[in-house]
């Protein structure tokens, strides 16, 4: 008769409970009978033969489990589908996935780009003071310089979080977690901002020490009721706005600290300049945004899910390591066709998203020949001009015109936009 061993007892696994006959016994020590009455509930353990006590299960007891718990999309900074350095960068543009940048009035030149710590291990916190190995962090260095700051200057790098996702958080109190290397050492600000700017949060973290990874913790109170206090997107246009600012003018200075005000968006007025020298940097790596008052241990998504979250928003036709406007064929569109008329044809391919975007997009085309220009698609081996047409969430067409030919070999690379 086969035995099955429970905590060290040798129980008897009785041939006729196997062949579904009941049994009488229902205890464990001794013999194990699994009988049709046990299975069913009418049976059952006596309580008796229960000893010990059950762990409580909360939240701190489940480990290893994803939540999505940070409403922040490439918090990261793994995902650069636009190129991973951009030089001069240009009023708006975003850089990392999700991650924007505003450099506006007199101020300096400034380049944005994926730190890696492949390159050096100072590009990132290190796993034992953050808990976590980050690949790459953002990173701003000042190539030109404005030591002068005029009033209207304003230089800020910011996120913008979709209103479905912001909708979990309204009314509750939140929590912005991360880490930060500057050289300047000093005050900063960071500002919360609802869709219509009319109500807005300012809070300060510090850098002590130049040049070094330092967390900040910032603990903001229930936001107002968005259905009647200020204008708040809850559906999937901005629901909130972060912006981390790099330097401020006093016209967007003398905020009220540490509680949501009806002004708009405001920095705080002990900011310091980050942009006063061709030394300076300013990092932030590992960002994440959950409910509650505390900030927990930065949350790891794997890459395939991240990168989907970040399509939503921003996709191309180009290998994934491939900036866009490169001359490239891999994954573009095509079209062939041979044994027609000699003339000049009107060509559309047909260019199919990879997930639903979050509205329709603005969708633009590039050649894949050399100058691999936007507005321009490669027929015959000529560089004519094109445009998308028939945008959707899912789907579009890039259509040109070819030179008079009898046949037809067309290829068009492609990038939709539906950021906020």
């Not at 807005?200 to 603990?219: G, L």
């Not at 000529?382 to 008079?404: L, M």
């Amino acid at each position: 008769m086969p035995q099955v061993d429970i905590d060290g007892l040798n129980s008897t696994l009785k041939a006729d409970v196997i062949r579904g006959q009941a049994s009488t016994s229902t205890k464990l020590g001794g013999d194990l009978d699994l009988d049709g009455n046990d299975i069913t509930g009418t049976g059952g353990i006596p309580a008796a033969n229960l000893t010990g006590t059950l762990p409580a299960i909360n939240g701190s007891s489940l480990t290893g489990i994803s939540t999505q718990k940070n409403v922040i999309i490439n918090g990261d900074f793994n995902i650069w589908q636009r190129g991973v350095t951009h030089t001069a960068h240009v009023n708006g543009e975003y850089t990392a996935d999700r991650w924007g940048m505003s450099n506006t009035g007199t101020v300096g030149v400034f380049t944005v780009a994926k730190a890696l710590a492949s390159a050096s291990a100072a590009n990132v916190p290190t796993a034992a003071e953050s808990g976590h190995l980050s690949a790459a962090s953002l990173k701003v260095d000042v190539t030109t310089l404005d030591s002068s700051v005029d009033a209207a200057d304003n230089v800020s790098l910011w996120y913008k979080v979709e209103g479905y996702d912001f909708a979990p958080l309204a009314q509750k109190a939140f929590t912005l977690s991360f880490w930060h290397k500057h050289t300047v050492t000093g005050t900063h600000s960071v500002a919360f901002r609802n869709s219509g700017n009319d109500r807005n949060y300012t809070a300060e973290y510090t850098q002590s020490v130049s040049n070094t990874w330092e967390k900040a913790t910032i603990n903001v109170s229930a936001s107002p009721d968005p259905l009647s206090a200020g204008t708040w997107n809850l559906a999937n246009g901005n629901g909130l706005q972060i912006l981390f600012f790099i330097m401020m003018g006093s016209n967007g200075t003398a905020a009220t600290l540490d509680s949501w005000t009806s002004t708009s968006v405001k920095c705080s007025d002990n900011q310091v300049n980050n942009t006063s020298s061709t030394s300076n940097s300013f990092m932030l790596a590992q960002v994440q945004l959950e409910t509650g008052s505390t900030a927990t241990d930065f949350e790891i998504r794997n890459h395939t899910t991240e990168l989907a979250m970040c399509k939503r928003y921003y996709q191309k036709s180009y290998p994934y390591g491939t900036d866009p406007g490169t001359v490239n064929s891999i994954g573009c569109g095509i079209f062939g066709i041979n044994g027609i008329a000699s003339a000049a044809h009107y060509v559309e391919i047909q260019c199919n998203l990879h997930t639903t975007m979050r509205t329709t997009p603005t969708a633009t085309v590039y050649s894949t020949i050399s100058p691999a220009d936007s507005g321009k698609m490669n027929i015959n081996g000529t560089n004519v001009t094109g445009a998308a047409i028939n945008v959707g969430e899912h789907a579009f067409g890039a259509y040109g015109y070819s030179p008079t030919a009898t046949s037809i070999d067309a290829e068009v690379h492609w990038t939709a936009s539906a950021e906020l």
